[in-house]
């Protein structure tokens, strides 16, 4: 269920009375968490957890579905009618820095989480993306990487190695290419955030960064120019005809019409057929609707010519606890990221890579725990009982590798605007659809970005 802004807010007001009519109990304490996992399932699976905090602890609890893309404009309206939440949840990155930069957030609360689980038990990449110099502002929950997904089977007729350099992409690309069957799948529509990260991804890959060490624009960097010459190469040269979406390079690879495609490790339960609204649809699928999963190799990062390792674009979602919460939020986070830390990952274990590794530190429970957890929406399986341990700690590993444009570099913000804004994908569309010069576009590109970041301040 979505809300907009001004729902939210009748919605909260509304929470107040909710113990008067007998639904639940009233407790000393109330607490309001808005969560952008909003679909039903998950809500009912958040609803059973705060239940069960509920009833250890002497409070209450509203949960707020939200829809992501309006979450910024409806904390916006909470905040002017003092109606903040006490703690968001599934917070993505971009946002963690926008609310730290207007001073919704209570990063002391967040910090004292942090010490009191022990950073030492966290995913090093988690915590550096979700700080701001030495301030931790919220408590990284989960992560999900972006990555490479191949056709083993075609690969290895090929006598091609695993595409994990761009040597090797370009090289299966071309020689892939043809017979009803696309190169590559990846995003090229101008209307989709996917697009965004996809170009990203190419770009971290051979180290482009969005500011240097300087916090200067580097879009025009030699590094840039390499990486983003791939991938507009590879999109219009050997990819799928048409600006292409999160859905349809998930459809073209699923048809066995493409030997790769860029997606993230969300893919992993509807590439073994488990949701019955995106199945794959290969011609060996319809006899074994787990054929391509088994045919299905995943590179977690690609490494370019310039870059010293290879690099993942990847989400990093939080809990935020948001100013003037109240106190007993603290507990709840820390309860959820330790007593019930399976229970959240269990939500969508497929998108939700714990990056919290295990209750003390050298311990790697929680990780392994996560290959054993049911994934799927209309079949249910375990993660390893579907993919080999290696695809999994491929999986498991690119989160250990995750960077962002500007995030460590104190231009979340301007990073998050660019994404917001579709800067890079209109540009790439137009010059994959129409050809032109990529020197061009990235000096459009930085002057746009100079504007975004003049904006903010920066």
Sequence with gaps: MALTASAVVVALSLAGCASDTGAKPQKDSKLTIWTIEDKPDRLQAQEKMLDAFSASDDVD????????????SALTAAAAANELPDLVSALPLSNVHQ????????????????????????????????????????????????????????????????PTDYPSVLEAAKKLNGNGVAGISAATSAAEQFTSQTIESFGLSNDCQLVNGKGDLALDSDNCKTAFGLYTDLMSK??????????????SYFAG?????????????????????????????????????????????LQGPDASSPATYGEVVSFAIMRDAA???????????????????????????????????????????????ETGVDTREKLSALYSPEVLDTVVGATKDIVRWGMTEGQGGLAGAMTTQRVLPTLFSDLIASGGSLDDALVSATDKAEQIKSGLGG
């Design 257 to 301: 019409q493409a030997a790769m495609v860029v997606w993230s490790s969300f893919l992993l339960d509807e590439l073994a057929g488990l949701r019955n609204d995106a199945l794959p649809t290969c011609d060996q699928c319809a006899a074994d609707p787990r054929w391509l999963a088994n045919n299905t190799g995943v590179v977690g990062g």
């Design 238 to 251: 050997y990819s799928v005809a048409g600006e292409q979406d999160t859905a349809t390079t998930r459809a």
């Design 327 to 373: 106190p007993i939020t603290k507990d709840l986070v820390s309860w959820l990221m330790s007593d019930s830390y399976t229970d959240w990952i269990s939500v969508a274990p497929e998108g939700k890579i714990p990056v919290r590794t295990g209750a003390e530190p050298g311990s790697t429970e929680y990780v392994d725990g996560w290959a054993d957890l």
């Design 99 to 162: 609310f730290a930069n207007d001073d919704l957030l209570d990063t002391e609360a967040a910090a004292e989480v942090v010490k009191k689980l022990d950073a030492g038990t966290f995913n090093k990449a988690a915590l550096d993306l979700t700080r701001s110099g030495d301030t931790q502002l919220a408590v990284p929950s989960d992560a999900f990487p972006l990555m490479l997904f191949y056709r083993t089977d075609l690969f290895k007729a090929a006598g091609l190695d695993a």
């Design 61 to 72: 609890y509203e949960l707020v579905p939200i829809a992501e893309d309006q979450l910024s």
